[in-house]
Nanobody
Framework: VQLQASGGGLVQAGGSLRLSCAASGRTFSAYTMGWFRQAPGKEREFVAAITSVGSTNYADSVKGRFTVSRDNAKSTVYLQMNSLKPEDTAVYYC?????????????????WGQGTLVTVSS
């Protein structure tokens, strides 16, 4: 599976962005898809994930502001980010794991996209 993330950019605090992650391959619907982020000088951290059956989970820091969704017909997963804060500034990565289930750790994912930069100005 190859993943291509897009949609990052510069936004003011309180604004919104939607990230997309397009996947290659014919079995996209069988993958759990995750979003992670990495701020400068920090470790990569879990943001959100969606399983093959549509179950979702979020980091506490983004709960209520971010929404993860998927369109299996387009082999794409989305991360809608609302009420953005300067502390959301990071490179955002999408990731995929073949077996269904909820996964939170970077080591549990098999495939990674290249990352897209989100910068939130105050």
């Amino acid at each position: 599976v190859q993943l291509q993330a897009s949609g990052g950019g510069l936004v003011q605090a309180g604004g919104s962005l939607r990230l997309s992650c397009a996947a290659s391959g014919r079995t996209f619907s069988a993958y759990t898809m995750g979003w992670f982020r990495q701020a400068p000088g920090k470790e990569r951290e879990f943001v959100a994930a969606i399983t093959s059956v549509g179950s979702t989970n979020y980091a506490d820091s983004v709960k209520g502001r971010f929404t993860v969704s998927r369109d299996n017909a387009k082999s794409t997963v989305y991360l809608q980010m609302n009420s953005l804060k300067p502390e959301d500034t990071a490179v955002y990565y999408c990731a995929a794991r073949y077996y269904s289930g909820m996964y939170y750790r970077t080591g549990e994912y098999d495939y990674w996209g290249q990352g897209t930069l989100v910068t939130v100005s105050s």
